[in-house]
């Protein structure tokens, strides 16, 4: 680094901004520098015409706001580089917060169905010792991924039509579960709850859906 140059360390210490900020003011634009790797190396130059174009001989933090006989023009300068910094660091923090609670509401969004919800508990505890493992879960999945593609589908018919194939879903499994004796006995509590909490919740639903659909 030659004495031409500083890195952002010293260019914040210089300016009275912080890192960050400099880094922002570098790809603004408003900074001239170059990056060697992962470190950018600030043209001295540059920093100092930076201060001059906002009037500061001082870094920020120690800068004393001009009197009202100083020059108005160089007041408005001053006050809008310290409004612009810290509106930067605002802007990233809100970005930031933003984008994580995004990310955790579109995981959690499917759980808000209650069809699904019901559906993921009744195939749980699951035993597939006594039946077809590889048909039931078929039957099984294509339950759950109906339910989640009719869930955020924005077209209403869609919705019904998806919801309709998970319920026709379950209607197959439970018609294989009462083919045989063993099988309905084996998975009496399942049938149970099939039949008497998951189907109804699914069926009202797409009661629902179809009268928003007309």
Known sequence: MSDLEMNVKEAAKRIGLTERQIRNHIKA???KAIKVGKEWFVDTVSVEAFMSR???VE?????VPPSQDSDKKGEDEYAEVKKESKATTTEEQNSKSEGKEKSKKQTQQILNLNCYKLCVEAFADWSDSSTDPKLMDELKNATLINLGAGYYSYDLGLKVNFYRKARA????????LFSRKDWVEAHQKEIHFLEEKTLPALSALIRKMEKKVK
């Open 54 to 56: 906002y009037r500061l």
């Open 59 to 63: 870094p920020i933090n120690k800068i």
């Open 29 to 31: 634009k408003n900074i």
């Open 169 to 176: 879903s379950i209607g197959s499994l439970l018609a294989i």
